[in-house]
Nanobody
Framework: QLRLVESGGGLVQPGGSLRLSCEVS????????IGWFRQAPGEERVGVSC????????DYVDSVKGRFTVSRDNAENMAYLQMNNLQPEDTAVYYC?????????????????WGQGTQVTVSS
């Protein structure tokens, strides 16, 4: 059974950085597309970034372009979201998500397996 576990969230000051990790078990990461989503209080969950199974396709929403970097280590079954220059509006619960991607190109914010989320709070 596919399982995703996020870690790396916390409290950071504006301008700071965090690196979120997503540990994948129950399936080989090299057949999974990974998406990162966030849900701020009172708002819907929205996609932030995605990376296809082979890393061929990567996407970022406009609000995080130039600040966030998604990556993956298929050998370690780990995915990451490096977040730099964090701002208060980045405060949210961050989720990683996965879906099978045999094409190597899937990077669309439509996933069917989810982690439990990790809280990111940006505040001075």
């Amino acid at each position: 059974q596919l399982r995703l576990v996020e870690s790396g969230g916390g409290l950071v000051q504006p301008g700071g950085s965090l690196r979120l990790s997503c540990e994948v078990s129950g399936e080989s990461l090299d057949v999974l597309s990974i998406g990162w989503f966030r849900q701020a209080p009172g708002e819907e969950r929205v996609g932030v970034s995605c990376i296809s199974s082979m890393g061929t396709n990567i996407d970022y929403v406009d609000s995080v372009k130039g600040r966030f970097t998604v990556s993956r280590d298929n050998a370690e079954n780990m995915a990451y979201l490096q977040m730099n220059n964090l701002q208060p509006e980045d405060t949210a619960v961050y989720y990683c998500a996965a879906t099978l991607d045999f094409s190597g190109r899937y990077c669309v914010y439509n996933y069917d397996n989810w982690g439990q989320g990790t809280q990111v709070t940006v505040s001075s």
